[in-house]
């Protein structure tokens, strides 16, 4: 591995040092280049628009505290009310017990006990793949919504089962879609 100093004219119109390290393959020829510039925050790897870089740091950290604030008003209630509703889902299965879902399905005790198991095998068995997922995809917040209408189907789904079968394949597949939040 090589290092070099360069020169270059950045798009913004500034000329600005960078620091590139050029590695060689040896078969293919190529090279990677990564270059630190000073414009870039180094937590969010974006650059500082325009418009921002006239404020101050104590401006800037003014207006990061009222932005932050407002995304928790926005965003704690809902998810908040998601974790709730996740929990619900979770502990669905004693409150049908108690209404009379053996007796509705015919189930032993065992095919009980297995219907509360199969959703924790799913959500267990997904869930560091599913996190893997998110940090590899362009939009999570997609990723995340579209997880949470696929498990709100599947949980209203899961008051239509027949049948000891049909229980446990759905608590099955709410545990893979569970395995996203």
Known sequence: MTAYKVDTHDPIGDTKSF???????????????????EDVDRHLAVRCPESLRHLSPEETAVMDRRITHKLDILLMPVLMALYILNYLDRQNISSAK?????????MTTTQYNTAVA????????????????ISKIS?????????????????????????FAG???????????EAAF
Request: contains cysteine.
């Open 19 to 37: 620091s590139h390290q050029i590695e060689t393959a040896d078969d293919d020829h190529t090279a990677t280049a990564e270059k630190h510039d």
């Open 98 to 106: 108690i209404a009379g879902i053996t007796k509705d399905l015919h």
């Open 118 to 133: 199969v959703l924790f095998a799913g959500y267990v068995s997904l869930q560091i793949p599913s996190n893997m997922l």
């Open 139 to 163: 939009y999570p917040g997609i990723y995340i919504c579209f997880m949470c209408a696929i498990w709100g189907t599947i949980s209203a789904c899961t008051g239509a089962v027949q049948s």
């Open 167 to 177: 229980l446990a394949v759905c608590r099955t597949i709410l545990g893979f879609a």
